[in-house]
């Protein structure tokens, strides 16, 4: 028989569209499937259709409680989880009906603790954009896994297009090293302390999973989390690691995200959060740990802010990167 695998569904008002993720699960074309959903304090119809699939399908679990956020709703799904491997979905997005059994056969085929795949990001007028859709495939030792991981150029840093041995489960809930306060980039950390016990890693570029953008969606939220959160992120990632390497990775991101957060005009310039304060933390920064480019970046955020501004706000007319989220 196939191997079990444990799917956990953290779920908070979505009555419109929990049906829908559940009916792509329950179609998948791997079938030994345990499927947990987590009720986050739900006040809209979200626990009562859950508690109807329950009813109608025997590999359905629904667990409730009272309202913590997405972090621990997967935590207890993932404490609750009997599977061999684990994978998580939103439970407002769906997956492909071959995904879970594309992931697992390249999880049994290579011996992997990890096994990962592309996604796709729909868009409320119809479009969609892949990530990235070219049919590589990907052995990745544990030095590679995190190296791609963290880099974010290829490998994305969602928990989504991924399952995970239960044992590297296991061990994250035992380590205790996760942050439940970040609600913003979470997801890379976790992957973060998963990846950093995985020996090896398969990524298959084809997009399955379908990461439905709303206006409620976290892509596109406007809270404090989203300045804030990466920065913590980043800082736990730094002072856990001690490879060079990946050192030097982390930190041109982090450099990356201060400036960005001196950039924005929403950012929320308090005096726990001085634009002032991070431009000090950039000129601090060790020029043999970022790029010619992140250089250039740094002295112009610092030096010639309004020259900077200029320039950034020419790039993003001509790019239209800075609405890529707008719907």
Known sequence: MDSLLSIVIPAYNIEKYIGRCLDSLINQTYS?????????GSTDDTSNISDEYAKKYKNIKVIHKHNEGVSIARL???KRSEGDYVGFVDGDDVVDNDMFELLMNNANEYKADISHCGYIMDFPDGHSDKYYGTGKRIVQNNEQGLTDLLRGKFIEPGL???????????????????????????????????FKNSQI????????????????????????NKYTDPIKVYNIIMN?????????????????????????KEYPDTSMNSKILLKKEIKEFKKNHLSFKMTVMSIGICYFTPMYNLV???????TKIDKKYDV
């Open 32 to 40: 030994n499937l345990e499927i947990i959903i987590v009720d986050d």
């Open 76 to 78: 207890i799904g993932m």
């Open 160 to 194: 989504c297009n991924k399952i995970y041995k239960k044992s590297l489960i296991d061990e994250f809930i035992i380590n205790k090293n996760m942050d439940y306060s970040i609600k913003n980039l979470e997801d890379l950390l976790v992957n973060y302390f998963l």
């Open 201 to 224: 890693s398969i990524y298959e570029d084809v997009c399955k999973y379908h990461y439905i953008l709303r206006k409620s969606s976290a892509a596109i939220g406007t809270s404090i």
């Open 240 to 264: 856990f690691e001690n490879n060079k390497i990946l050192c030097e990775i982390i930190y041109q991101r982090y450099i990356y995200n201060l400036i960005n957060n001196i950039f924005q």
């Open 312 to 318: 950034r706000l020419l790039y993003n007319t001509i």
